[in-house]
């Protein structure tokens, strides 16, 4: 006899999650994801100036801001044909890279540990045990007794004054809790270090990028970051080498406390490696250009299609003909007017509520497609699209996480194992590790091209009569980002943005094919169905942004849907 679960909302995201599964005999049979809010950004942007569009897109999300920004100028300078200066490229290149560290530490620590690590069992720890374990894994110089006794006494006064605060509502005791106390109490140790090190890599945004959330030094044509050497109020060696320090503490955290945690998780539930794989069809486009004209990249894009690694085709260029031509937009089973098919430059957004129908229209997200397909898209995507192309830095932290997980499980894993929920967290970690050298590398290239005495930031340009169309892509932390743009006589006509939550998000389409989401719950266990803590864990590997899939609030006031927490 089949159950039917649903949580609504979906917690430690960013925006309003609902999912719905069908469990029977112990495991997930059916499933549906639905966003529960509008979001209005493309209707607010019609008859606007091209220019203001960045700084717009940038309040879809509370979170995703600076990906939003730098994919709109991005969008309008494909529509006007315009290459920015190098300097600006690279500018451009460390916000998105240490926006990335962010992002990814916060993710797995903040937004995700909670599903593998019991808090209440790390009280049962011994600390000395605890600092020997790790110091047996990591040189991290945080690892040491002082810390793991600190942070126990630290957990313990949380509980003696019922201050628990985050800690309180976790799914403790859970049977699909397996990891040992002293296991669960590095964790903890590891989770409160990680509210310090995110903090450190967000720091960089806000020095280049005027501050953070919302960074305000771009522009269509470059960025507004004034280079003079000489002067202390515009980007300088004493700024730049205060970055690079920065850079360098959020590398060591990184590559010597994040992939080491990620191994540590994967080989102690590796039970759970078979599950969560859903649509093996991937996504990811190429970023952190290193030329003018963006054909050049230090991470890899491109397509797979059933998993074949084997058969990736590579996406190569900003202005590259195969991803422009072969995204589309379903709204069959969406909250729209209508029931199309369309390309994003073809597209509207005319909302239509009706209620959730299983059956019919039940989210307000898109069903993104490529080539007609649903795909995967977000580190996952990347890491083995890289994989399957020979990118050196990607096969490297891979084969360290692999080999560091396999020696701990004392068995040989191989990059299958990454189709699957532990495999997005290992690929997430696998690409922070890039990240973190490829940060410093931009790093370097800038400061050498100053060093050269180029100190361009800005191409100068001006709108053509008519209309013009543009797309601009971005690898962001949570997949492929692409803005959208129609441009008639200096404003725009038409915009969308295609976001990592919407193609992951999405519903089912006009054929029936569920999305990344639903596909990838098909087959889960639940060991307690009033506890389902197995679907949470395979949601949050994806890391969901609602506030970027959906597409405001009724102006009138009128209830649209209400929501129930479990």
Not at 108 to 128: C, R, T
Not at 343 to 372: C, L, M
Request: proline residues 6%.
């Amino acid at each position: 006899m089949s159950k039917r679960i649903v949580i609504d909302p979906i917690t430690r995201i960013e925006g309003h999650l609902r999912i719905d599964v069908e469990v029977e005999g112990g495991a997930v049979r059916d499933a549906w994801s639905s966003g529960q809010m509008w979001r209005g950004i493309e209707t607010i942007l019609k008859g606007r100036d091209p220019r203001d569009a960045w700084l717009f897109t940038q309040r879809i999300c509370g979170v995703c801001t600076t990906v939003h920004a730098i994919t709109s100028v991005r969008a309008v300078e494909n529509a006007l044909g315009i290459e920015i200066p190098l300097n600006a490229q690279l500018i451009r290149n460390i916000i998105i890279a240490a926006h990335c560290l962010h992002d990814h530490i916060v993710h797995f620590y903040q937004l995700s540990a909670l599903d593998w690590v019991d808090v209440v069992s790390a009280l049962k720890a011994d600390p000395d045990k605890t600092a020997a374990l790790a110091e047996s894994l990591s040189a991290w110089p945080r690892n040491s007794k002082h810390e793991m006794r600190a942070v126990k006494a630290k957990l313990a006064e949380f509980v003696e004054r019922g201050q628990l605060g985050i800690f309180a509502n976790g799914y403790w005791g859970h049977p699909a809790m397996k990891l040992p106390p002293e296991v669960n109490l590095l964790a903890v140790a590891h989770y409160l270090q990680a509210l310090e090190y995110q903090k450190i890599a967000n720091q960089v945004v806000t020095l280049l990028g005027s501050k953070t959330p919302n960074i305000q030094n771009l522009a269509v044509g470059g960025v507004a970051n004034a280079i003079n050497l000489d002067n202390p109020a515009t980007l300088n060696m004493d700024k730049l080498y205060k970055i690079k320090g920065l850079l360098e503490q959020a590398a060591a955290f990184v590559q010597q406390v994040y992939l080491i945690d990620l191994a540590a998780v994967a080989a102690m539930y590796a039970d759970w490696l078979p599950y969560g794989k859903g649509v093996t069809n991937y996504l990811a486009v190429p970023d952190l250009p290193l030329d003018r004209a963006g054909k050049v990249f230090d991470l890899p894009g491109g397509t797979i299609f059933n998993g074949d690694l084997g058969a990736v085709k590579e996406i190569k260029s900003f202005d590259d003909p195969y991803f422009r031509d072969n995204v589309s937009e379903s709204i069959a089973r969406a909250w729209y007017d209508g029931d199309w098919d369309r390309h994003p430059w073809e597209e509207d957004t005319i909302p239509r509520y009706t209620d959730f129908d299983p059956n019919g229209k039940y989210s307000w997200v898109k069903a993104p497609r490529f080539q007609g397909k649903p795909m995967q898209v977000g580190p996952l995507a990347q890491v083995l699209v890289g994989y399957a192309l020979g990118h050196e830095p990607i096969k490297r932290w891979a084969d360290v996480v692999l080999e560091t997980a396999g020696s701990l499980a004392k068995a040989k894993l191989s990059p299958a194992i990454l189709h699957s929920t532990l495999g997005r967290h290992a690929a997430r970690g696998i690409r922070a590790a890039v990240m973190s050298e490829l940060a410093l590398k931009h790093w370097q290239l800038l400061v050498e091209n100053i060093g050269k005495g180029d100190i361009e930031i800005f191409t100068p340009w001006q709108y053509p009569r008519g209309e013009i169309r543009g797309f601009g892509f971005h690898e962001a932390p949570r997949g492929t980002l692409s803005h959208w743009v129609v441009i008639r006589d200096g404003k725009i006509a038409n915009y969308q943005a295609v976001v990592p939550s919407t193609w992951n998000a999405g519903p089912r389409d006009g054929k029936g094919q569920k999305g990344p989401y639903e596909a990838s719950l098909v087959g889960n266990p639940v060991a307690d169905a009033e506890r389902p803590l197995e679907v949470l864990r395979t949601v949050h590997s994806f890391d969901p942004c609602l506030a970027c899939a959906i597409h405001t609030v009724d102006p009138t006031g009128r209830e649209l849907s209400r929501v129930r927490t479990l």
